[in-house]
Nanobody, 123 residues
């Protein structure tokens, strides 16, 4: 019913930049908070950044000043601009969104995840 499709990952040298995108599609009535999480090998998934419908943001301390999250509500898309990348940023990055389905417009928002996109920072 709902798909989150990420793009923009890849291999970049330390100090470089990448921009991740995540587009939500399907039977969507409305979207609440959207965000990005990362999961490094052998570790738990952790928050990178989240953004509310009105544009309020919250970042992990490790990415403050380097990463910027934004969204286009008309396109149901969230972005993550990653600058000054470090080797420790290497991970699979997952998009998350809290979505209310068009078939159940009065229901609570449910959490949906993308399939993940690999980001590797290495020289």
């Amino acid at each position: 019913q709902v798909q989150l499709v990420e793009s923009g990952g890849g291999l970049v040298e330390p100090g470089g930049s990448l921009r991740l995108s995540c587009a939500a599609s399907g039977s969507i009535f409305s979207i609440n908070t959207m965000g990005w999480y990362l999961q490094a090998p052998g570790k738990q998934r952790e928050l990178v950044a989240i953004i509310s419908t009105s544009g309020n943001t919250r970042y992990a301390d490790s990415v403050k000043g380097r990463f910027t999250i934004s969204r286009d509500n008309a396109k149901n898309t969230v972005y993550l601009q990653m600058n000054s990348l470090k080797p420790e940023d290497t991970a699979v990055y997952y998009c998350n969104a809290y979505i209310r389905l068009a078939t159940r417009p009065l229901s609570e928002y449910s959490s949906y995840w993308g399939q993940g996109t690999q980001v590797t920072v290495s020289s």
